[in-house]
């Protein structure tokens, strides 16, 4: 049978080692690589976290990977991220390839319920983003629009604004 609780000490010493080692390293190249690669993810940001955890995990806990190795693996993980963030950031045509686009699900206290199908948002969530912003109702509302993120935001009047950050939201410019 296999070892379940206990192999021997130098199997536990290279764990404490490595760890701590990886740990410090992971946490020296994100921040080198700035405030963007921890920043609020969209898809593609939770991807690279996610690869980055379990190589963390695997450097960790597999023998038969040296720490060099996980550190390249971390280092190229997020030089990717980088490259992707600054190529996304320079031109637009490859920002919308990695990007999704905010979407308006309501509009003048009127749910775009079709809109809302596709995006997978139910109404249950619309009022309970309304709630937390502490509004009694959907009907002062002028727009809620689901981020690249993944949250909702609220905007109580869009007459008072020049509307300027509306511009980029999907399904905007035909509702005005």
Same mark, same amino acid.
């Given at each position: 049978?296999?070892?379940?609780?206990?192999? &021997? =000490?130098?199997?536990?010493?290279?764990?404490?080692?490595?760890?701590?080692?990886?740990?410090?390293?992971?946490?020296?190249?994100?921040?080198? !690589?700035?405030?963007?690669?921890? #920043?609020? /993810?969209?898809?593609?940001? !939770? +991807?690279?976290?996610?690869?980055?955890? #379990?190589?963390?995990?695997?450097?960790?806990?597999?023998?038969? +990977?040296?720490?060099?190795?996980?550190?390249?693996?971390?280092?190229?993980?997020?030089?990717?991220? !980088?490259?992707?963030? =600054?190529?996304?950031?320079?031109?637009?045509?490859?920002?919308?390839?990695? *990007?999704?686009?905010?979407?308006?699900?309501?509009?003048?206290?009127?749910?775009?319920k079709?809109? /809302?199908?596709?995006?997978?948002?139910?109404?249950?969530?619309?009022?309970?983003?309304?709630?937390? *912003?502490?509004?009694?109702?959907?009907?002062?509302?002028?727009?809620?629009?689901l981020?690249?993120?993944?949250?909702?935001?609220?905007?109580?009047?869009?007459?008072?604004?020049k509307?300027?950050?509306?511009?980029?939201?999907? &399904?905007?410019?035909?509702?005005?």
């Open positions: 049978m296999n070892v379940v609780f206990f192999d &021997n =000490w130098d199997s536990i010493i290279r764990t404490f080692v490595i760890t701590i080692l990886a740990y410090v390293l992971l946490i020296f190249l994100l921040r080198v !690589f700035g405030k963007r690669t921890l #920043s609020k /993810m969209n898809a593609f940001d !939770f +991807i690279v976290t996610v690869a980055l955890g #379990s190589t963390l995990a695997t450097v960790m806990l597999n023998k038969d +990977i040296a720490l060099v190795d996980g550190v390249l693996g971390f280092f190229l993980l997020i030089f990717l991220q !980088f490259l992707i963030t =600054w190529l996304s950031a320079r031109y637009k045509a490859f920002s919308s390839l990695i *990007k999704s686009t905010p979407t308006l699900l309501l509009y003048k206290g009127e749910m775009l079709k809109i /809302m199908l596709k995006e997978r948002i139910d109404e249950d969530e619309i009022h309970a983003i309304v709630r937390e *912003k502490g509004y009694p109702s959907i009907e002062g509302i002028d727009a809620i629009v981020e690249t993120d993944g949250s909702l935001t609220v905007i109580k009047d869009t007459n008072s604004q509307n300027s950050s509306m511009q980029k939201v999907k &399904n905007w410019s035909h509702e005005n």
